[in-house]
């Protein structure tokens, strides 16, 4: 069977080595003990394997895949055909050996439970987001299903590094930095988006998008060639995406603040993980820079 690195696509994983996200993992991995590195590495690439194999079957994929994540999680043995099923089926044990740690090993079991939960609602809300393939949103709707991907996608990582210290701690900085890293990728991948069928821009704003036709409010055709987003849609986006960035910041600071003196491996996993958003922020700035000069 094939690692997880060479399960991903050639262009993730382009994008990974280019913005520094290839590097930052091992730094995460050497702070987290064997098991717990273990299923950062599976929730990361195993469900970005996940994400790529993904096709217009999605719903019908996605829920084979759900099925044999709660089997193996359960103990059930799995004979995974594929490299993204074996992800799936060892994030599942991988998840119920934390979960079935000593009893004084409270963390691992909170972090296993956790988790195993947040993958679940992960995929829901996914299933969600399939449905609207072609349609354009109004702004409302969007936004939620954005906060809503972006804060799960946040909290598995937050919950794999650490237990919040007050009530919501890792739901306020999972919605912050969950929200800006895919509002920054939204605006470097609206071309490949929407091509797929994926429209991120309010329907309120539909007219800032070149090349689509629209018909009932969905995309029914696209010219390559001419699609684009106008200048000014571009730098207003780009100034929010820089202003949530700062608030997920400002948050983290009181978060590691939070943390004991004596706790220099959660500081220092925390402060990795907001760099880790952060590269979706160079990518944004790298991308808008290059409109500018279109």
């Known amino acids: 069977?094939?690692?997880?690195?060479?399960?991903?696509?050639?262009?993730?994983t382009d994008e990974m080595n280019k913005w520094g996200r290839t590097q930052i993992y091992p730094r995460m991995r050497t702070l987290l003990g064997e098991?717990?590195?273990?299923?950062l590495d599976l929730v990361n690439h195993g469900l970005a394997m996940v994400d790529d194999e993904l096709d217009s079957d999605s719903p019908k994929q996605l829920g084979h895949y759900q099925q044999m994540f709660r089997q193996s999680y359960s103990g059930i043995t799995i004979q995974a055909s594929t490299p993204a099923e074996q992800a799936v089926t060892n994030l599942g044990y991988a998840l119920r050996r934390l979960v079935s740690a000593p009893f004084l090993h409270f963390r691992d079991r909170a972090i296993g439970k956790h988790t195993y939960q947040e993958v679940l609602n992960f995929w829901d809300i996914e299933e969600r987001n399939f449905q609207r393939k072609g349609q354009i949103l109004d702004r409302a709707t969007l936004e939620e299903i954005n906060l809503g991907i972006g804060a799960l996608v946040a909290s598995q990582f937050l919950y794999?590094?650490?237990?919040?210290?007050?009530?919501?701690?890792?739901?306020?900085?999972a919605r912050a930095y969950g929200l800006a890293v895919k509002l920054a990728d939204n605006l470097c991948d609206y071309r490949e988006?929407?091509?797929?069928?994926?429209?991120?821009?309010?329907?309120?704003?539909i007219y800032q998008v070149r090349g689509i036709s629209i018909e009932n409010d969905r995309i029914i055709g696209v010219d390559s060639a001419k699609l684009?987003?106008?200048?000014?849609?571009?730098e207003r986006e780009h100034e929010r995406i820089k202003q949530v960035f700062d608030s997920a910041d400002r948050?983290?600071?009181?978060?590691?603040?939070?943390?004991?003196v004596w706790s220099r491996k959660t500081d220092e996993a925390l402060n990795l993980f907001g760099e880790f958003c952060h590269t979706w922020l160079e990518q944004a700035n790298d991308f808008v820079e290059k409109q500018a000069k279109h």
């Open 228 to 234: 684009g987003l106008s200048p000014e849609y571009v």
């Open 160 to 173: 794999i590094f650490d237990s919040p210290r007050v009530y919501n701690e890792f739901t306020q900085l």
């Open 251 to 260: 948050l983290m600071l009181v978060a590691r603040a939070r943390r004991p």
């Open 1 to 12: 069977m094939v690692s997880l690195e060479e399960g991903l696509t050639e262009s993730r």
């Open 193 to 205: 988006d929407i091509q797929d069928g994926f429209v991120n821009i309010p329907k309120e704003e």
């Open 35 to 39: 098991q717990r590195g273990i299923v």
